[in-house]
């Protein structure tokens, strides 16, 4: 499809939308950027003749020049749907929940390399937009997506969705959990076929294949260290890598399989994968003492899930910066860890949020560094980093935020 003698304009910069401007340009459509860091407050200049505007998933929809766009009738069509139209090959397979996302499309993209050629893109770091040229009918394509581009998608429709588990995040943006989790379950609900994670009853409303590590009449079950689907019992290679990627192996195994059938390649999958950084990552010790480094650990379900799996007396590092999510909630959940660092711009607001005997526990800390040094000063069997926020307080992104607690372990380690 060519856009010769169109006019585009593209709504938030950033990678996603220097690739979206990049692939529109290549086909002939005369091109304008507006991003609000870069308009010096004239974006109301830009709204005009467009023959239609592409948005960001960063970019938020209830935007002045968004809404001035739509209402000079002006079609917006998100990322996501742009790719989609544009993709030569309908073999697509999508996960979405609040954590996990990650892991799980890394796997079932291992997976789906060893029986042919597989793209990973969306929101684990590539833009879907980007790799459309290099897609041939017949590759598989893995998106991890988000809810911000679930809000803005009204096309896209993978052959397989799968949903890892729902829970509360961006409230900032989409301002009521209910808003967050019908647009987790609706993205589920277009698909093809959805694969669901039965231990989430958040997802009992959505029709399709389930999988769990609690039941067994789930279509693919987590039996000790077999998954249990359709009569067989699949072997899982040794030793576990916890459950957490147990948890995801499976949800991917389940689309796989779906997907193409049970394939060997795929259980060799769980050796062979190199899961993402900073999610639950056991970094060493330090004064004997476990460290672990889930600086990917960005919303209140991610903390307590990572709190739950750590063993003995532990202490967890909080704090970052708001997404408008429940404190409270994260705070009476966090009251089974020894003691608790409270870092970064929201520390005053997790602390007021914790109730009395939590906040006995707490130590306010003015920073990563600081934290650390305290737990060297008085170790405990482990300590956990799982902000439980974003990053946005210090750092541009969580990757830098795990990269600087990395660096500041080893400082202390080396001491």
């Avoid at 009395?356 to 482990?382: G, I, W, Y």
Wanted: glycine residues 10%; hydrophobic residues 40%.
């Amino acid at each position: 499809m060519e856009y010769t003698d169109r006019k585009v304009i593209v709504l938030g910069l950033g990678r996603t939308g220097e690739a979206m401007r990049s692939f529109l340009a290549a086909r002939g459509a005369t091109v304008e950027v507006y991003d609000d860091h870069l308009s010096d407050g004239k974006g109301a200049d830009l709204c005009g003749a467009f023959d239609f505007a592409v948005i960001s998933p960063g970019f938020p929809p209830s935007n002045a020049v968004a809404r001035r766009l739509r209402e000079q009738g002006v079609p917006i069509l998100s990322e996501l749907d742009l790719a989609y139209i544009h993709c030569p090959s309908d073999r697509i397979y999508a996960v979405s929940g609040t954590n996990g996302k990650t892991t799980t499309v890394t796997i079932l993209n291992e997976m789906l390399s060893s029986v042919g050629a597989s793209h990973l893109v969306g929101n684990v770091g590539t833009p879907y937009i980007s790799a459309v040229d290099r897609i041939s009918p017949k590759d598989a394509v893995v998106v991890e997506v988000s809810s911000f581009q679930i809000e803005q998608s009204s096309v896209f429709r993978p052959r397989v969705a799968a949903l890892t588990n729902v829970g509360e995040d961006h409230l900032d943006r989409h301002h009521d959990v209910e808003i967050y989790r019908k647009l987790k379950l609706s993205f589920a609900k277009r698909a093809g076929i959805a694969v669901l994670n039965r231990d989430d009853p958040v997802q009992d409303e959505v029709r399709g294949i389930g999988y769990s590590l609690l039941s067994p009449n789930a279509d693919y079950f987590l039996d000790g260290r077999s998954i249990v689907a359709g009569g067989k019992a699949f072997r899982l290679p040794e030793p576990s890598r916890g459950e957490a990627f147990d948890r995801d192996f499976l949800c991917a195994f389940a689309v796989a399989c779906v997907a193409y059938g049970y394939k060997s390649n795929f259980l060799s999958a769980y050796e062979r994968v190199v899961v993402p950084r900073f999610r639950f990552e056991r970094i060493g010790t330090i004064c004997g003492a476990t460290v672990i480094n889930d600086s990917k650990g960005t919303n209140v379900d991610a903390a307590l899930f990572a709190l739950s799996l750590c063993k003995g007396r532990t202490a967890i590092i909080l704090g970052g910066s708001d997404k408008g999510e429940d404190y409270a909630r994260l705070m009476r959940g966090i009251g089974s860890a020894e003691r608790i660092y409270l870092v970064g711009g929201n520390a005053m607001e997790l602390y007021l949020a914790a109730g009395q005997e939590t906040r006995k526990k707490c130590l306010p800390m003015a920073d990563l560094e600081s934290a650390v040094a305290h737990f060297v000063s008085d170790p405990l069997n482990t300590l956990l980093f799982s902000p439980g926020c974003a990053s946005f307080d210090r750092y541009h992104d969580y990757e830098e935020r795990g990269r600087d607690f990395d660096a500041i372990v080893e400082k202390y380690r080396g001491n």
